[in-house]
């Protein structure tokens, strides 16, 4: 696989070669094309992993992939915010021929806040790529989640291919103009994290496109000033 032949690297949405060839646009709209591929999204109880997991499962299956889920819930009932154990997790298995198990150890990990880091980091597969919410790893979390310094920071993720995004903020930056409560907005962030999964092996082709209009426009701005310059002067 990709991810481990690649180094750690700390990014932004990182990069589309860090993924197996099996990106999530690979597993959601067309058949596997290299056997199988694990995800596992991991979160706080709340935070709507097995809404993300199920959704993320429905699309890959109406493409007719087969699959193989494994929802887990915690244990305690009500547990306090931000502790291990009030971590929820879903983890779909997804491939082009017939399985029978949700995988042993996932591809890619999800964590939407460090207890989810931390209660799940042992289950991904070595060199594998983990998706982090970079907003959710303050002081107060990382306590909660019995880190002493932050992952992020230390070679706790040395050997994979970690991928942050300010998910949180930008869900709210991106909800501010609908009229949507933060406190709702900030809720919603577990499909910022599924579209991230869903586009993140094509990221760079959109990124090229951006960068290819932008150009154009600026070349055209620059004819029009030209063009009224010239016309002022003559």
């Avoid at 979160?43 to 809404?51: A, F, H, K």
């Avoid at 042993?104 to 806040?113: I, S, Y």
């Avoid at 869900?171 to 709702?184: N, Y």
Wanted: aromatic share 8%; proline share 5%.
């Amino acid at each position: 696989r990709d991810a481990a032949e690649k180094p750690r690297a700390r990014r932004w949405w990182g990069r589309p070669s860090a993924w197996s060839s099996f990106g999530a646009l690979g597993a959601v709209g067309e058949r596997a094309r290299c056997g199988s591929a694990t995800r596992r999204f991991a979160g706080d109880s709340g935070d709507g992993m097995q809404l993300t997991g199920d959704r993320f499962t429905s699309a890959s299956a109406l493409f007719g992939n087969d699959l193989a889920t494994l929802p887990e819930f915690p244990a305690e009932i009500r547990a306090p915010a931000g502790t291990l154990a009030g971590v929820s997790a879903f983890q779909v298995h997804i491939s082009d021929h017939d399985i029978t198990t949700p995988g042993d150890a996932p591809n890619v990990l999800v964590a939407m806040n460090p207890a989810a880091l931390k209660a799940d980091l042992h289950t991904l597969e070595s060199g594998g790529t983990v998706i982090i919410n970079s907003d959710a790893f303050e002081e107060r979390n990382l306590a909660k989640a019995g880190y002493e310094h932050n992952p992020l920071e230390d070679n706790t993720l040395d050997g994979y291919t970690v991928i942050t995004a300010p998910m949180t903020s930008l869900t709210k930056e991106a909800c501010k103009d609908l009229g949507v409560k933060p406190r709702d907005a900030e809720r919603s962030k577990n499909f910022f994290a599924l579209g991230l999964v869903s586009l993140l092996k094509d990221i760079w082709f959109f990124v090229v496109v951006v960068v290819v209009v932008v150009l154009v426009l600026v070349v055209l701005v620059v004819v029009v000033v030209v063009v009224v310059v010239v016309v002022v002067v003559v």
